[in-house]
């Protein structure tokens, strides 16, 4: 028989032991939001749609809200065309620049900043000297920009060898070869940056399309970024690590699975100028890009159709007009458009689904987009950790994240010990065969989810659980397209996004880059052509 | 227990609470002049206090009818007790109650009363058991030899190896032992003496206590890197430091000097008039920072001024220097007076939400661009604002740091104007525990140099001739090209954390 003091002392260690275990793995309040693949989804499980029974009309449907919708949209109502329904899946329009706001502050759960453009983004630069973020030019015709828009110093901060070093290359503990290898990598993407082809055009420009065709730049999109690294016999890890980290961040894929034209682009298209900043300042906000989407959707609020699944899109037997087929998941019922015109601004993965008619161009199929996971966790303090100051953007240095922005870092107040913030957590989930990762990423808890993210963040700062007061997590089935080996000047893409008729397409997905600015301009582009094309009917 | 051990006890307890009632009294005292300054005055009017509390004390002893021996046990552990804690309470409270004098006077008065009761109540006790003249004898030998005992031990060890609030704390528990040794040996005598036992007890383990956190509470008080420190406390922003050394008062924010009281006139007058002298008009008056209310001291001593809003982050900074009877005597209650605002919010979103032209007169006067976060208070973005709130002709003075020891972050500030379109005029002035210290006056019109003659008067620093001089700039501090500080460059930041380091070295 067991002593009662034997009993009790059992029961004491077990409830003590119970007290460690809860502590360590704290429920941390928060949810996964955004709906999209459980609606998404039900276009490819062989669910068919009923039809509706009466028909809307409009001018021109603009399918998806993402960048490239909102863009066509409101250069087609800035051109008088009015009569718009722009169809959107999920509950807000945005797309990847998407966002949400607590009481701490707005924070993105995508895309969160825009470099300056260059000349060759005319439409863009329009678009902020709209906006106001480019408030003037000074005596040389240099754009000056809001200084509360461009990202505030500093920008960027590494951890590695157990301390945060100022800006993103591995600089901290390199030997001498690693620093000639990061130095010439650095050299070389800064002859890049001013390469032009014979036809005047820059090596690497944005948008995409407006760079030169000269054949010995577009031989890079036939080897992937490590190989061309291999090519430089550039092996050391540092610089592996500082381009892999590079895709990872702007394509969601290694430098293995990314071409090198892709990849340098990233380096060499930042030629942007400014009279108050230097060439690869970047524009950020505290909801990210999300604050392009809310200018972008102002005025338009009314024509915008929230939780609406655009499952077929085609020219109406006989002609003249588009039939756009839709299901209305707040009215749980069908809805039939017919239109002049249609923007299909969709990625291509889904694209090809809704336009039934693009199955006969038999086209190559577009490159698979990596899944993403998105975390933000609102602490109640801001993150202490050993070395350089929190920056905008914090990286960790041997990890399969890409660290995370702070959304409180543009405001302009000196915080206090005390103050709150939202850390935005990103990871791609490249790391695997994409499929797999897609159902396991699916399959994953909130509690998953917060344990990866804390477990990443824990190496620079272990006092972390303690000041998270809430997780929420958004996972993106299919992130952004990547510069495939082959998909940029292949000759596929510029059949994706040839109009069929009065169906015409705008999408990131067709710049092979996922950029606001290829968005954008594809969405002006596509509104402009529509419109020519009703003026000439 | 036989008569002359009960009667060794009670005359060893003469001797040990003389010494405790001398240390006290000398605790208060030495407190007093520490954190109050002026020694001589300080100790004076303690000692007077306390000896007439104990003359208090000693009258009032005729009160005590009966039980004798259960009253000199209670007084035993009250006296330990709030003796005992009297360092430690008139350490913590310093900053905390708005005059320092009254919670002082009242201890050193409640100590001294319970004090002056011991000894007639213990004469009473030992009354049958020695003779009168004996009895008086020795009764006061022991009183006086404890007292010598208590002012040799105070300055040779109990000051240098305990400190102040672990010597009260520890002369406490003895003041509670004699109580509890006199309950012990005399329980038989003595009603209620297990109650009063537990009692004793209760206050010795509080004194202990307090003995054994003295080191924390010390280094909370007095702060690891100052000597002096006679106020510490960090706010979510900084951490705010008094200290009071050979009578000269300083404030340490974060570990930089903000001023130190022998030579802050010349600070706040260089700071002051030069932009007030150069301004068209005065009336309305905005300070950033400066929540020490010493500039407010100086811009009201321009009558035609008649408002002055304070805008300082910490509510901290500006309730010390409101309430604090030490700090008031020094900006002349400026924070209190009927033409001063004081709004506690941060001046970067604040003044975003003001309108346009609405002030004749700013000062800018925020601690040195050390970090990023206070680098933005010298952008361009901020000037942006300030010159909006501005009126098209008033005038702008904004604290640079040392031209002399930072020369480049200097003169980033000047440039940082002329890009915001500022005109400028630096100047400078030395200050001796700063060194040679920067400024400029600036506006959005052409700028007049300040007229020597509209100085006010009462000025210890500043007359015509030495406002002249200010404008001058010798070689090793003249301008030099430097970058304009920007939110997306922080230049200031960078080059004034180079400089201070090099300077340093």
């Not at chain 1, 409180?408 to 989930?429: C, K």
């Not at chain 2, 297990?194 to 206050?203: K, M, N, P, S, W």
């Not at chain 2, 924010?253 to 002051?272: C, K, P």
């Amino acid at each position: 028989m067991i002593s009662r003091r034997r009993f009790l002392d059992a029961a004491v260690g077990a409830a003590l032991l119970a007290g460690c275990e809860r502590e360590k793995s704290r429920v941390v309040p928060g949810e996964i939001t955004g709906a999209s693949f459980r609606r998404g989804h039900r276009l490819w499980q062989g669910g068919r749609f009923p039809v509706a029974a009466e028909t809307l009309r409009c001018d021109v449907a603009v399918v998806g809200g993402g960048i490239a919708g909102l863009a066509a949209a409101r250069r087609l109502d800035r051109g008088g065309t009015r009569n718009i329904a722009l169809l959107e899946l999920e509950d807000e329009a945005g797309g990847n620049s998407a966002f949400s706001a607590n009481a701490v502050s707005a924070y993105p759960w995508g895309a969160h900043y825009v470099t300056l453009p260059a000349e060759e983004a005319g439409e863009v630069i329009a678009l902020y000297e709209e906006l106001g973020l480019i408030t003037g030019r000074d005596g040389a015709g240099r754009p000056i920009y809001d200084e509360r828009a461009l990202v505030m110093d500093p920008p960027e901060r590494l951890w590695m060898l157990g301390r945060w070093q100022e800006g993103l290359s591995p600089k901290l503990g390199a030997s001498d070869v690693e620093l000639r290898e990061l130095a010439a990598f650095q050299r070389e993407t800064r002859r890049l940056r001013d390469a032009r082809g014979a036809d005047g055009r820059r090596a690497f420009a944005i948008p995409v399309d407006r760079s030169s065709r000269d054949p010995e730049w577009l031989a890079l999109d036939k080897i992937t970024m490590g190989e061309w690294l291999d090519a430089r016999g550039w092996r050391s890890p540092r610089l592996r690590w500082f381009v892999d980290y590079a895709c990872r961040d702007d394509f969601g894929a290694t430098l293995d699975q990314v071409s090198a034209w892709g990849a340098l682009h990233y380096y060499a298209a930042r030629n942007g100028i400014a009279a108050n900043a230097e060439t690869d300042a970047v524009l950020t906000w505290p909801e990210g890009n999300g604050f392009l989407t809310r200018r972008l959707r102002e005025g338009l609020e009314d024509r915008v159709h929230s939780a609406c699944l655009a499952w077929r899109v085609e020219a109406k037997p006989g002609g003249g007009s588009v039939i756009v087929d839709a299901w209305d998941f707040r009215l749980e019922r069908p809805v039939r458009w017919e239109a002049r015109a249609a923007v299909v601004c969709t990625p291509l993965h889904v694209t090809r689904r809704v336009v039934p008619a693009l199955r006969e161009r038999r086209l190559a199929p577009p490159p698979d987009p990596a899944p993403w996971v998105v975390v933000n966790l609102t602490l109640d303090r801001r993150p202490a950790g050993q070395g350089f100051a929190l920056a905008w953007d914090n990286v960790l240095y041997d990890s399969r994240s890409l660290g995370y922005v702070v959304a409180t870092h543009q405001r302009l107040d000196r915080p206090g010990a005390d103050a709150p913030t939202v850390l935005t957590w990103y990871q791609p989930l490249c790391d695997g065969p994409l499929g797999p990762e897609r159902v396991r990423a699916m399959e994953r808890t909130h509690a998953d989810w917060c344990e990866l993210a804390l477990a990443d963040l824990r190496r620079a700062h272990p006092d972390i659980d303690r000041s998270v007061q809430r997780a929420d997590v958004r996972v993106w089935g299919h992130g952004m397209t990547r510069p495939a080996p082959g998909w940029t000047w292949g000759g596929s893409r510029e059949q994706w996004a040839e109009p069929l008729g009065t169906i015409h397409f705008a999408h990131s997905d067709l710049s092979g880059i996922s950029i606001f600015e290829e968005a954008y301009t594809r969405g002006v582009l596509a509104a402009e052509a529509v419109a020519a094309q009703m003026a000439a009917v | 227990m036989t008569d002359r051990s009960v009667r060794l006890l009670l005359l060893a307890s003469v001797f040990v609470i003389a010494t405790c009632g001398l240390i006290y009294e000398l605790i208060a005292g030495t407190l007093a002049s520490y954190l109050l300054g002026d020694s001589v005055t300080q100790f004076s009017t303690v000692i007077g206090a306390y000896l007439f509390a104990m003359g208090v004390g000693s009258w009032l002893s005729r009160f005590v009818e009966r039980r004798l021996l259960s009253v000199f046990v209670q007084v035993e552990f009250y006296v330990g007790l709030v003796g005992g804690a009297s360092a430690a309470l008139l350490f913590g409270l310093f900053g905390q109650v708005g005059s320092f004098r009254v919670l002082l006077y009242a201890l050193v008065f409640l100590v001294g009363a319970m004090v002056g009761l011991e000894i007639p109540l213990l004469l009473r006790i030992l009354r049958d058991r020695l003779e009168f003249k004996d009895l008086v004898a020795k009764v006061f030998a022991l009183d006086y030899v404890g007292a010598l005992l208590a002012s040799l031990l105070f300055p040779l060890v109990l000051v240098p190896k305990l400190g102040l609030v672990r010597s009260a704390f520890f002369f406490g528990m003895l003041n509670v032992l004699v109580g509890l040794a006199t309950l012990r040996l005399l329980r038989d005598r003595i009603t209620w003496a297990r109650g009063h036992a537990l009692v004793g007890g209760l206050i010795l383990a509080l004194l202990g206590t307090g003995f054994a956190l003295s080191d924390r509470l010390v280094s909370w008080a007095e702060g690891a890197t100052y000597s002096d420190v006679i106020y510490a406390r960090s706010t979510p922003y900084q951490r705010i430091v008094l200290t009071r050394g050979q009578g000269d008062l300083r404030l340490y924010l974060n570990g930089n000097l903000q001023f130190s009281q022998r030579d802050e006139y010349r600070y706040h007058e260089a700071l002051v008039h030069p932009g007030l002298a150069a301004a068209p008009r005065r009336a309305r008056v905005l300070v950033m920072g400066g929540g020490d209310g010493l500039a407010v001291r100086e811009i009201l001593r321009w009558p035609d001024v008649e408002q002055v809003t304070l805008v300082d982050l910490d509510p901290a900074m500006t309730r010390l220097f409101s309430t604090h009877e030490l700090l008031t005597a020094l900006n002349g209650g400026a924070l209190a007076s009927p033409k001063v605002r004081v709004v506690n919010a941060d001046a970067f979103l604040w003044l975003q939400g003001q309108p346009a032209a609405a002030w004749d007169f700013i000062l800018a006067d925020f601690p040195d661009p050390s970090n990023f976060a206070l680098g933005k208070l010298y952008s361009t973005a901020f000037y942006r604002e300030v010159r909006r709130a501005l009126a098209p002709d008033g005038v702008l003075t904004v604290q640079c740091t040392s031209p002399y020891a930072a020369r480049r972050a200097y003169w980033t500030t000047i440039h940082t104007l002329d890009a915001t379109g500022f005109g400028t005029r630096p100047y400078h002035a030395y200050v001796p525990s700063f060194g040679e210290w920067g400024f400029v006056l600036a506006s959005p019109a052409a700028l007049p140099p300040p007229s020597a003659g509209l100085l006010p008067p009462g000025l210890r620093f500043l007359d015509a001739p030495t406002l002249a001089d200010l404008f001058r700039f010798p070689r090793d501090m003249a301008e030099v090209p430097t970058e304009v500080n920007r939110l997306n460059n922080q230049a200031l930041v960078r080059v004034f954390e180079e400089e201070w380091k090099e300077h340093a070295h």
